[in-house]
């Protein structure tokens, strides 16, 4: 079980360095929250093999669940910026 979960650290923790310009922003980490509550039932019903698993497979998976945080940050982040942007013209 260390496993899964030190690895869903670790894309958190690269998500957060990758994406620390929106750290200011109340929506990502509150996303960010959603996201992570998440994975601890994913973590906690999924049976997580004692054996070893190769590195290529643990890789893919931590990609993808990457990937997939990432498409849901921009998707929010477009969202989220495109309403404050019709609120608050920018001036010069």
Known sequence: MALPVLNSIGVFGFLIALKWKL???FWFWGILILIAALHVPLIMFIPWTTQWVPALAIGVI???DFCLIVWILAAVGRLMEGSNANEMPHSR
Request: aromatic content about 0%.
């Open 62 to 64: 931590d990609s993808a």
């Open 23 to 25: 750290r200011r922003r």
